[in-house]
């Protein structure tokens, strides 16, 4: 099945998000917690390594199991006796979640979670299809973790900070839900994140977008992908992966619309030496894209490397370094010091064909690059997005191939002039507003 694995820190709720899952739509889930526990029952394997791992005081003399509150304190005190129990644990628990999930797809569910504290830290990721993270800060964890299993606050600390930390575990994370607030907010959350997953479940290299004919970005995927040499299940997951990116909130022209914008430029210009690895590059290049960071195009870069790794073939691994430095340089198209051309210039010049596209087209780009900034207060935009129309204008060429500047340049020219024009007159329009605004305060 298509498993979504949930996972964060002790009491940060991801238990909470399980069961509103499970009882308000029905999911099946699989909770490696209970496994942990079965994994090293009486007469096991693991249960004779645990026992001559940390002696038989780790053993209830009642019911002759592990006597996990005496195995508590001693793990998360020492990262040694830790390392030695997960050698122990791990393993054993990673196959009977395996088996779980044979029975599972054997039933014919089609979409599943896998809950798991250590999901990360076992590298249990590689069982899943996509990765949540539950979050809740330290102090609030803290204190559910005390009143729970009646520690003190300092004991409940040091649990905490024995674990991968919420920073860690987001930066792995494809959905990230906080549970801070009440269980009505965190339900909510994981309602809208799970219309996403029935979305990303049903997509394959036969089908895009569910109910939707697609313009041919999974065929090229599909297609580039096969070229060299990936695995079809590694085409699978990562469209899946890439369609959730692209598809994400907040963005409104760093889309797939935008990627198929610049597939159609790039067969107006005409065939490359390399069309898998700009292919590539397109695919890649946005895959992170927050306008308040200034490191997406490194994070896209790692998107990238991480999709190399997972394929792990020579076609792939060979092509790497490049499709990897054509990312980077979408940082600043034009910071480069010459000789920008090949495929590097008719990728460059892919990603700016918007800028000479139709006035109305224009219109829209420039509306949907607002919307992105919406967060940003108006004055601050008009004033960035137009200096940064201004560097554009003064650049002796914006386009690197002879077909971008001979179909783009002039148009481009023309749009940017217009639209910096509108930008300075609304911000004209704008300061006396924010001059009485700033008289009022004082």
Known sequence: PYVVGLTGGVACGKSTVATFLAEEKGVA??????????????????????????????????????????????????PAKMQALNGIVWPAIRALALEKLRELRAGGVEVCVMEAAVLLEAGWDSMVDEVWVVLAP???????????NSLSPEDAMTRIRAQMSNEDRAARAHVLLSNQWTQEVTAAQASEAWGGVEGRSKLTLA???????D???????????????????????????????????????????????????????GPGANPEGVAMAVFFHDAVYDPLR?????????????????????????????VSSWILRTAAHHAGEG????????????????????????????????????CVPLEEFFAQRAAFLASLLALPSLYFSPAGKGALEAQARQNLAREKASLDQRAASLAPYLAGASMAAV
């Open 29 to 78: 889930v699989l909770d490696c917690d209970k496994l942990g526990h079965a994994a090293y029952t009486k007469g096991s394997a693991p249960f004779a390594a645990v026992v001559a791992e940390f002696g038989p005081g780790v053993v209830d003399a009642a019911t002759g199991e592990i006597d996990r509150r005496a195995l508590g304190p001693i793990v998360f005190s020492d």
């Open 138 to 148: 330290e102090e609030v964890a803290c204190e559910r973790l005390a009143a729970r």
């Open 207 to 213: 089908s895009s977008v569910p109910g939707d004919a």
């Open 215 to 269: 313009s041919g970005l999974v065929a090229r995927w599909a297609a580039a992908g096969k070229v060299l040499g990936v695995p079809e299940d590694v085409l699978v997951t990562w469209w899946r992966r890439l369609w959730g990116l692209y598809t994400g909130h907040g963005r409104f022209y760093h889309t797939l619309e935008h990627l198929r914008a610049m597939f159609a430029a790039l067969d107006s210009f």
């Open 294 to 322: 200034s490191d997406n195009e490194a994070l896209s870069a790692k998107e990238w490397d991480a999709f190399v790794a997972a394929a792990n073939t020579p076609s792939l691994t060979a092509l790497a370094p490049t």
């Open 339 to 374: 000789g920008e051309e090949g495929d590097l210039a008719l990728f460059l010049d892919a990603d700016l064909a918007i800028l000479g596209s139709s006035p109305p087209a224009y219109a829209k780009y420039a509306a949907r690059v607002h919307l992105e900034y919406s």
